[in-house]
């Protein structure tokens, strides 16, 4: 009897609510959302939808023909799987497609795969064991090319998988590799333009060279890869004898001792002061800021010279009885580039194995020796030295100089060398043969065209900027095998280099090799000879390959439409790019050559808008790598944190800082998107326990797809048709219609709770400032923005309206309630669904698609939200930004005074000294509910409730105001002064900084007071912490409530679950519960609450099986609870 009686006190459900299914539904609406989100299980789930439905091909088919977005996408290497940073940049590009597809543009999804040049080439010389290019040729060039193609495509399939783990949508059967006939095409057609203009020359100069790889590098690729790295290499100071002045020497550093074997000149500034130091019977000539570093000491200076007095003079080579400088005469030669900020001020010249030397001996007509093979080998003609490799060959070099008595000092020293960019060896400089072209010409133009970019960051255009201010001309050739090769015929008979634009011109002017010619690679091409364009004599092709990033500088033209060559027409339609993307290092090689090529050919900029970012480590700062132990792979990372974190952390990065990527900040982004999932779960908890299912509103369905059926309206206040008619925008067969911002001003939506219309108007502003940013390409601060906003959802608005959810609340209020969160997550799996698709499509599925078959089948199909300024009510964001300042501050009062927020007080009073406060009394009774306080005073100073004691720094003050301090020390005590809205203090005429004084209010007794000098116009709030038995009662009913809740969590109860509970407790506790039975009984879903105590002892007379039980002290009162699941 007793539990039929509680029964019959519960609130039953009303037989018809507007906004609810019928009470008897007897299958579930909604999915049941676990409290903790398996991110990487759900996401293979969403895959295999979207695979099994094609969702991204409808979306593709249906934004067909629409207005068009451009997009190239920078090829990746595929040389190796996708990495981590791989997926930074991926993740930016699939955001930005995503967002354009929601918005109805038609795009090309094409994924690009770069294919040729040294990164693939090495991979694969160490899985077939070889270390050369003689083995390479031993093994044979074709099967080598054979071998390379495999490689790329073996991985090009590894990386598509990795990117549609990712999320990354694209058309993955019609990616572009760079290794095809047509882009090799299109490369030599421009290759053609730059010959047709005179830019394309051969020519000989000192380059950097990787021995390993036995070619030649471009300054780009050294500059633009972060090549250079902190190496330890020997130095040594060498003294040279000066020819006709005996005992005499000039003193010469080098970290390069491998090149005085090289040495034909010194080279003195002659401008600078050279000093004659005598030290143990010898003189020496150095510059004379040098002298002390050299000798550690202060050698005896004998007068010095100008080094133009030097300029002339003959010294001994260190390696002059070498028959390869036979015929050197060494001589010393000005140069203003010397300086003396380290080593001596004179410096060694050797033309051959430097690019600074080279230049240097073209202008004074100096030798060039040549003193290394391509393998890094000396020369025959170098003797002893012979067959040595440059890179170990120091400790002969030092033993040398060592013994002819040249040698004043070894040592070792850590400095910034370049190594191979891609096997990692450090280079040398060569003078080489190599194939250029010229930039003087087009350096301007290209100068003009960066210049109509919009560069993001702004800081990107600069560096560009700066780079075509000081770029040399790009040595195109590299003496290698898997590459582009390059389409140039010399004629050794009339002297004419004939250079092949198309395949069509190869065929005409072919006269051998042609039927064999497989494809547009070594060896197949080698093989054909044509005729010369002058004289018709047959000439054979350069054995050179190009430089890989023609490979990929060409994209704009190869790949957009039918391409630039075989269909003007449709490639213009996407020329240029609307939006490219990759990091940053790219500005000196994709986006730099992308550029040339496109200016070449076009004279404009290939892309209307860049972002670049910047590089991904460790989360300690350290480069990721699989030697320190700290590498992450991305197959690992997808399923321990989910791709939609390591998503969601990409786009909130900074453009302009490094990601710290790892575990630990991918836990904190983890953290930030439960915030969202707890937000979803108790939607579709209390949902679904109260049966509530979402009523379109008129002439528009909930998911935004088209027009409503049943026409009615969403709530009785009508407070959603209007707001979600202007956010969500139809969805059509021919796509979603894109309504102006700010078009069609209204007020904003009037009905429903304060509450409802406050986080009503803060979607809409979210809604108006995603549209904005990601129009800007700002991912990141729209992370911030949602971030924030599903934390005002979570711990205001859903902690604000919990109540409202059950059936405590009235249907009206319940259902606004409802339909209110419904709108606001729905509405954010669409505005989150360029940035974390997998989560966005869980919620969508569920809160839409579990109830409204008709809706578009994906979150991705629909439209995204649109942006409409006049949803925002600025007054009522101002109001409650009010309201929360206040609570923040009482909250921080409570703590200070250790009273638990379970504990009503009686009031809060409120004073602002620089503005009237203004609270309607719906915002008050919301402030004392959320501070659970009785009353709500607003006071019209601060001084009402406290005294303000403002005192001043005698340490810092004291100095500054010197007689003046004890006038101004009197005037704070006797309060003659005024606070001003920085938070300074005007005292007569002195004004004091904030950290001149030092500000605290005394408060009243039985008072907590705080404030915040910031906050509309310093704000301040005063607690009365008195209490009464009956508040005292109250607080320790909602510690009851508290505790029963941690117990149902403990079980693992969830909402719909209905409890018994019984209790053993005090006189005092008893009375608590007589009094508050019926508030405890409906927040802890109890049907039954049942007093156990006999004769006010606390045992029991009988226990149910299948308890739970805690027993403890609750505000110092004994108490023993029993909590039992009814089945």
């Known amino acids: 009897m007793r539990r039929r009686a509680a029964r019959a006190l519960l609130p039953c459900p009303p037989t018809i609510d507007a906004g609810w299914s019928t009470p008897t539904r007897e299958a579930a609406v909604y999915k049941p959302v676990p409290t903790k989100g398996d991110f990487p299980t759900l996401e293979h789930e969403i895959l295999r939808l979207w695979d099994e439905r094609q969702i991204f091909q409808k979306l593709a088919l249906r934004n067909r023909g629409n207005d068009r977005f451009s997009f190239i996408d920078g090829p990746i290497t595929a040389n190796n799987p996708m990495g981590v940073h791989h997926a930074w940049g991926r993740t930016y590009k699939d955001l930005v497609q995503r967002y354009k597809a929601m918005k109805g543009f038609d795009q090309r999804y094409q994924n690009g795969f770069d294919c040729q040049g040294l990164w693939v080439e090495v991979e694969v010389e160490r899985a077939l064991g070889l270390d050369s290019k003689r083995q390479i040729e031993e093994y044979g060039l074709a099967q080598f090319a054979d071998r390379c193609r495999e490689r790329v495509l073996t991985y090009a399939d590894v990386i598509t998988q990795q990117s549609v783990r990712l999320g990354m949508w694209m058309d993955w059967p019609n990616s572009y590799y760079t290794m095809s006939d047509s882009n090799i095409e299109h490369i030599w057609h421009f290759l053609k333009r730059c010959h047709e203009n005179g830019w394309l020359y051969k020519g000989w100069r000192a380059m950097p060279w990787c021995a390993r790889c036995g070619t030649s590098l471009s300054q780009h690729e050294l500059i633009g890869t972060d090549s250079y790295r902190d190496v330890v290499h020997p130095s040594v100071y060498v003294r040279l004898p000066i020819v006709d002045r005996p005992g005499e020497y000039f003193m010469v550093w080098t970290t390069t001792p491998w090149t005085l074997a090289a040495n034909v000149a010194l080279a003195v500034h002659p401008e600078l002061d050279y000093a004659r130091v005598q030290v143990d019977g010898a003189v020496y000539y150095l510059s004379a800021k040098t002298v002390s570093p050299v000798f550690r000491n202060d050698p005896p200076v004998l007068g010095t010279v100008k080094g133009a007095d030097l300029v002339g003079w003959r010294y001994r080579a260190p390696f002059t009885e070498l028959e390869?400088?036979?015929?050197?005469?060494?001589?010393?030669?000005?140069?203003?580039?010397?300086?003396?900020?380290?080593?001596?001020?004179?410096?060694?010249?050797?033309?051959?194995?430097?690019?600074?030397?080279?230049?240097?001996?073209?202008?004074?007509?100096?030798?060039?020796?040549?003193?290394?093979?391509?393998?890094?080998?000396?020369?025959?003609?170098?003797?002893?030295?012979?067959?040595?490799?440059?890179?170990?060959?120091?400790?002969?070099?030092?033993?040398?100089?060592?013994?002819?008595?040249?040698?004043?000092?070894?040592?070792?020293?850590?400095?910034?060398?370049?190594?191979?960019?891609?096997?990692g060896q450090e280079i040398v400089f060569r003078a080489v043969s190599e194939w250029f072209i010229s930039c003087e010409e087009i350096r301007p133009r290209m100068i003009e065209a960066a210049r109509t970019v919009e560069w993001n960051p702004a800081s990107a255009g600069k560096r560009m900027e700066d780079w075509l201010n000081n770029m040399g001309d790009w040595c195109i050739s590299r003496k290698r095998y898997w590459g582009l090769p390059l389409p140039f015929y010399p004629c050794d008979a009339c002297g004419t280099m004939t250079a092949v634009g198309t395949m069509d011109e190869l065929r005409e002017r072919a006269v051998s090799g042609l039927d064999q010619l497989r494809e547009l690679h070594r060896p197949w091409i080698d093989g054909i000879r044509i005729r010369c364009s002058a004289c018709g004599a047959p000439v054979t092709r350069i054995t050179e390959v190009g430089d890989c990033w023609l490979d990929a500088g060409i994209v704009p033209f190869s790949t957009l439409g039918g391409g630039y060559i075989n269909d003007r027409t449709e490639w213009a339609r996407w020329y240029p790019a609307e939006w490219i993307s990759e990091m940053r290092e790219q500005i000196r090689l994709w986006f730099y050559s992308m550029l040339f090529m496109s200016v070449t050919l076009e004279e404009r900029s290939p892309y209307r808008h860049l972002l670049t970012y910047e590089k991904l480590l460790d989360e300690t700062g350290r480069p990721?790598?699989?030697?320190?132990?700290?590498?992450?792979?991305?197959?690992?990372?997808?399923?321990?944190?989910?791709?939609?974190?390591?998503?969601?952390?990409?786009?909130?990065?900074?453009?302009?800082?490094?990601?710290?990527?790892?575990?630990?900040?991918?836990?904190?982004?983890?953290?930030?998107?439960?915030?969202?999932?707890?937000?979803?779960?108790?939607?579709?908890?209390?949902?679904?326990?109260?049966?509530?299912?979402?009523?379109?509103?008129?002439?528009?369905?909930?998911?935004?797809?088209?027009?409503?059926?049943?026409?009615?309206?969403?709530?009785?206040?009508?407070?959603?048709?209007?707001?979600?008619?202007?956010?969500?925008?139809?969805?059509?067969?021919?796509?979603?219609?894109?309504?102006?911002?700010?078009?069609?001003?209204?007020?904003?939506?009037?009905?429903?709770?304060?509450?409802?219309?406050?986080?009503?108007?803060?979607?809409?502003?979210?809604?108006?400032?995603?549209?904005?940013?990601?129009?800007?390409?700002?991912?990141?601060?729209?992370?911030?923005?949602?971030?924030?906003?599903?934390?005002?959802?979570?711990?205001?608005?859903?902690?604000?309206?919990?109540?409202?959810?059950?059936?405590?609340?009235?249907?009206e209020d319940r259902e606004a309630a409802f339909s209110t969160l419904h709108a606001c997550l729905v509405t954010l799996s669409r505005l989150v669904a360029p940035f974390i698709p997998f989560v966005a499509e869980e919620m969508y599925q569920n809160l839409v698609r579990s109830w409204d078959a008709s809706a578009p089948e994906s979150v991705h199909l629909t439209p995204y939200p649109a942006a409409d300024a006049s949803l925002i009510d600025l007054e009522l964001d101002r109001e409650m930004e009010?309201?929360?300042?206040?609570?923040?501050?009482?909250?921080?009062?409570?703590?200070?005074?250790?009273?638990?927020?379970?504990?009503?007080?009686?009031?809060?009073?409120?004073?602002?000294?620089?503005?009237?406060?203004?609270?309607?009394?719906?915002?008050?009774?919301?402030?004392?509910?959320?501070?659970?306080?009785?009353?709500?005073?607003?006071?019209?100073?601060?001084?009402?409730?406290?005294?303000?004691?403002?005192?001043?720094?005698?340490?810092?003050?004291?100095?500054?105001?010197?007689?003046?301090?004890?006038?101004?020390?009197?005037?704070?005590?006797?309060?003659?002064?005024?606070?001003?809205?920085?938070?300074?203090?005007?005292?007569?005429?002195?004004?004091?900084?904030?950290?001149?004084?030092?500000?605290?209010?005394?408060?009243?007794?039985?008072?907590?007071?705080?404030?915040?000098?910031?906050?509309?116009?310093?704000?301040?709030?005063?607690?009365?912490?008195?209490?009464?038995?009956?508040?005292?009662?109250?607080?320790?009913?909602?510690?009851?409530?508290?505790?029963?809740?941690?117990?149902?969590?403990?079980?693992?109860?969830?909402?719909?679950?209905?409890?018994?509970?019984?209790?053993?407790?005090?006189?005092?506790?008893?009375?608590?519960?007589?009094?508050?039975?019926?508030?405890?009984?409906?927040?802890?879903?109890?049907?039954?609450?049942?007093?156990?105590?006999?004769?006010?002892?606390?045992?029991?007379?009988?226990?149910?099986?299948g308890v739970l039980t805690w027993r403890g002290t609750l505000d110092g009162e004994e108490i023993t609870l029993m909590l039992r699941r009814v089945p």
């Open 324 to 423: 390869a400088l036979v015929d050197v005469d060494p001589r010393v030669v000005p140069w203003t580039d010397v300086g003396e900020e380290e080593g001596t001020g004179i410096v060694h010249i050797a033309p051959g194995a430097g690019p600074e030397d080279f230049e240097l001996a073209k202008v004074q007509g100096l030798p060039v020796i040549v003193p290394i093979d391509e393998n890094g080998e000396y020369y025959a003609a170098f003797g002893p030295l012979a067959g040595k490799s440059a890179l170990t060959v120091h400790p002969e070099i030092v033993a040398s100089l060592e013994r002819t008595g040249m040698l004043h000092r070894a040592e070792r020293i850590e400095h910034r060398y370049p190594t191979c960019w891609r096997c």
């Open 624 to 811: 990721m790598h699989k030697s320190l132990g700290n590498a992450i792979w991305f197959d690992e990372a997808a399923e321990r944190m989910g791709a939609d974190v390591m998503r969601w952390l990409y786009a909130g990065q900074s453009l302009q800082n490094n990601l710290l990527f790892g575990y630990g900040p991918a836990e904190a982004v983890r953290r930030d998107l439960l915030t969202l999932w707890n937000v979803y779960s108790f939607y579709v908890t209390y949902a679904e326990t109260e049966q509530f299912v979402p009523r379109r509103p008129t002439g528009q369905d909930t998911a935004g797809s088209g027009p409503g059926r049943d026409g009615t309206s969403l709530g009785s206040t009508g407070l959603l048709s209007d707001f979600l008619l202007r956010m969500w925008p139809l969805t059509t067969d021919e796509g979603p219609s894109r309504p102006q911002t700010g078009a069609a001003a209204s007020p904003p939506p009037t009905g429903g709770s304060r509450t409802d219309r406050w986080i009503l108007s803060q979607l809409a502003t979210l809604v108006v400032y995603a549209n904005d940013r990601l129009e800007a390409y700002d991912a990141a601060a729209l992370v911030t923005a949602v971030d924030r906003f599903v934390d005002d959802l979570s711990n205001w608005y859903v902690r604000r309206s919990r109540r409202r959810f059950s059936r405590s609340a009235s249907p």
């Open 882 to 1105: 009010l309201a929360r300042a206040i609570v923040t501050l009482a909250r921080a009062a409570r703590n200070e005074a250790g009273i638990r927020v379970r504990q009503p007080l009686p009031s809060v009073t409120i004073a602002s000294e620089a503005a009237a406060l203004q609270l309607s009394d719906e915002l008050r009774r919301e402030i004392a509910d959320e501070l659970n306080v009785k009353q709500v005073y607003i006071a019209e100073h601060v001084d009402t409730f406290a005294r303000r004691v403002v005192r001043p720094n005698p340490r810092i003050l004291g100095p500054r105001l010197g007689a003046r301090f004890p006038e101004v020390a009197r005037a704070l005590l006797e309060g003659e002064y005024a606070i001003q809205a920085d938070g300074s203090v005007r005292v007569n005429e002195h004004l004091l900084g904030p950290d001149e004084v030092s500000m605290t209010l005394e408060s009243l007794p039985d008072q907590s007071v705080k404030e915040d000098l910031q906050l509309h116009g310093r704000l301040a709030v005063a607690l009365d912490r008195t209490t009464s038995p009956e508040l005292r009662a109250e607080g320790l009913a909602r510690e009851i409530v508290h505790r029963v809740q941690t117990m149902r969590k403990d079980a693992g109860l969830s909402v719909p679950d209905r409890v018994e509970l019984d209790y053993l407790a005090s006189a005092a506790v008893r009375t608590v519960f007589a009094t508050h039975g019926a508030r405890i009984r409906s927040e802890i879903g109890a049907i039954e609450v049942r007093d156990l105590t006999v004769d006010d002892q606390t045992r029991p007379a009988g226990r149910p099986d």
